[in-house]
């Protein structure tokens, strides 16, 4: 991509109404815009890492037969009186009338899912079987914060299984703590995301969340400094040794939710009577586990997680290109030829061919926090002046062998 | 994919509450579901052809530099009022109230799009630009109809052009007709489908609509018997030769309208106050163009276009998985063979390995339509019989011939 062809540009100044680093980072870089309270557009460099969580979390979960669906926003009141949370969740759904009928902007979506698996799953051969989407949510928060982390309106992947018994939901449910930290760890944030032990309301012991460590979080878990799980403070007072090891020490850190799997056992399957026959042939209620990720949350919590002072800093896996190439000749015949070749060999490049100053150029590039940055100048001699931004760490090397170093 | 696994099941009988042909095999083969009058889920096969109706429009626009993004479903009033649309289209918004602030759900997004274009398009330098999203649209249709053509909630390619001059947008407009021809033509609507003059509003003599020409259409267009453009009934009256080669002979057809495109000029630009500084450096308005298809009803209009007493016929550019494997063995050495082989070499397939009788395999693999059916049992004697959906071919093939027959 030509940076001059980008309808974005990155802002001089910092955003005022915006507290949170990961909010500011994101409007500064042109990967967000806010169009108001807890309401944010997804601009094309913040949709290109949009599009690579939802790979990572698309290939992750088809490897385990998880099949996506697309279901629908509008949701009609009948079914959320089924389940009794049109009452019990009545503060945070946007409510929307036609006629004598009222509908909700899903928040979640086991109202919708439920039903629908009812009318394809009848025994106990159908099962297990997950579904998942990626889809918009809607949430009345009356004080949304902390930038994209919690917003009106945001992107989820949710994922929902079946399971003829409890031992079969708890065997999935193992699997998937296996799937989440394999893409946490993935996406650049395993190392300071932890399984966390969380409320499980009256039908579960616990929940888990996935907290990722950061002072910019809004929760507060305690780490067990024997396993490494944590405690969400919401149970702490009940929960004095960690439940998986029996570790006493703990450590207080704020954190970030960015996950969480929930064993729903037949609370939601119950209301709608949804049965399977068993291998006896009698009726058995079906199970249900339910598995979230926050999708614009884990970005903001990317560049909570990864950042200095002058900008972004991508994990590679995630960032919208790999290379940007930064243009300091008067001409463009080097610069042209790096961004042709580095794109034949299937890499993806922000040429910054911007008829600006090199300050602005460097500034940002250290911003929009691409991995590696190329420069070519009358002082690179035809050469390649390589950066790592992560670790600032310089080269200068040729084309053939930035190619060689770089295999698809 | 193993059929055994899929969720979904092709449904016995036809849905009595759906009139359309799409609408009824899409159901009945478990492509989607009704979840009320005019909202479906979309179910894994159905998202694998939206998968592939998204690559095919997005390949085409990224190709002529369209820029990717995801705007806000949640509007607030303020900007409706702006453009004065919270009025003049107050029956088929759907809003939404928090506190004292409403909302509406988009049905369309100029109202945001123009006010963010606006902060980073300053100069005549920064134009064109066009940018596009795959996004939800919520419309409040008192009587929504026809299956998936006709929605509450529905997907959209939308598009949106800034432009210096109108005869800027004039060269970008007719460079998206030929993209829209591509479009159209690759996902199997190309010889059906007719560019389309339609009202223009007030600022505009014309817009254009693609409509392909199907019983089941709820418009009536005039096909140019000289030039194959149509006019829209809604004109007809007022333009009795073709406004493209002055005919004067047309057939009248029934028709669907899977796409527009509309030169907006500074409808929605003049507004908000959008100008740009000219190379005069005085101020100018911006122009405006937007283009849009409908995804849902892409979906429907193919289904509606291909299909026979049988089922669907998917082209094979669209369709899920290009072939469906059917073991008619008791065991499954040969069948797991080709499915391995096949996707060895880089191609989708339905495998049915599932414990039914021939005659369900054979009525399911017409109705969901895949391109080439592929059956292997004893009767085959270690070939394969393969079958061309779209024509009843069939041959007796060997694995090696298959896969040369069919190089990615």
């Given at each position: 991509m030509r940076q001059s062809k980008l309808f974005t540009k990155t802002l001089k100044h910092l955003p005022?109404?915006?507290?949170s680093s990961n909010a500011q980072l994101l409007l500064k870089g042109g990967y967000i815009d806010k169009l108001m309270a807890g309401v944010y557009s997804i601009l094309p460099l913040g949709w290109a890492v949009v599009n690579r969580l939802e790979a990572i979390i698309r290939s992750e979960l088809n490897s385990i037969g998880a099949q996506e669906v697309f279901l629908p926003a509008l949701q009609p009141k009948e079914l959320w009186s089924t389940t009794g949370r049109w009452e019990t969740m009545k503060d945070i759904l946007y409510t929307v009338q036609q006629a004598d009928q009222e509908y909700t902007l899903g928040s979640t979506h086991e109202e919708v899912v439920v039903p629908l698996m009812q009318k394809f799953?009848?025994?106990?051969?159908?099962?297990?079987v997950a579904v998942y989407q990626f889809q918009t949510k809607f949430r009345r928060e009356l004080r949304p914060k902390s930038g994209i982390l919690r917003g009106r309106e945001f992107l989820m992947k949710d994922q929902y299984s079946f399971h003829v018994s409890v031992e079969d939901l708890n065997r999935y449910y193992d699997m998937m703590k296996q799937v989440y930290q394999r893409i946490f760890q993935q996406v650049g944030l395993g190392d300071v995301t932890h399984l966390t032990f969380a409320s499980g309301g009256a039908f579960s012991k616990y929940s888990h969340e996935y907290q990722t460590v950061t002072p910019a979080g809004e929760d507060t878990i305690y780490i067990c400094q024997q396993c490494q799980l944590a405690i969400n403070r919401e149970i702490k007072a009940d929960t004095?040794?960690?439940?998986?090891?029996?570790?006493?020490e703990f450590i207080e850190q704020r954190a970030i939710e960015v996950g969480n799997i929930f064993k729903l056992m037949a609370k939601f399957t119950e209301p709608f009577n949804f049965m399977v026959a068993g291998a006896d042939g009698k009726p058995q209620p079906v199970i249900m586990g339910c598995y979230g990720i926050g999708i614009g949350r884990m970005l903001g919590t990317i560049v909570e997680i990864h950042h200095d002072a002058h900008g972004i800093i991508w994990p590679e896996a995630v960032s919208p290109y790999t290379f940007h190439l930064l243009n300091l000749h008067n001409d463009s015949v080097q610069a042209d030829q790096v961004y042709t070749t580095l794109q034949l060999a299937g890499h993806t490049v922000l040429f910054d061919?911007?008829?600006?100053?090199a300050g602005i150029k460097f500034a940002d590039a250290d911003l929009l926090g691409l991995p590696i940055r190329l420069v070519v100048s009358p002082k690179t001699q035809g050469k390649i002046e390589y950066r790592r931004?992560?670790?600032?760490t310089t080269a200068l090397v040729g084309l053939d062998e930035l190619v060689k170093r770089h295999v698809q």
């Open positions: 005022k109404d915006e507290a799953v009848h025994s106990y051969k159908d099962l297990p004095p040794v960690c439940p998986q090891c029996q570790g006493q061919d911007r008829a600006v100053s931004r992560v670790n600032d």
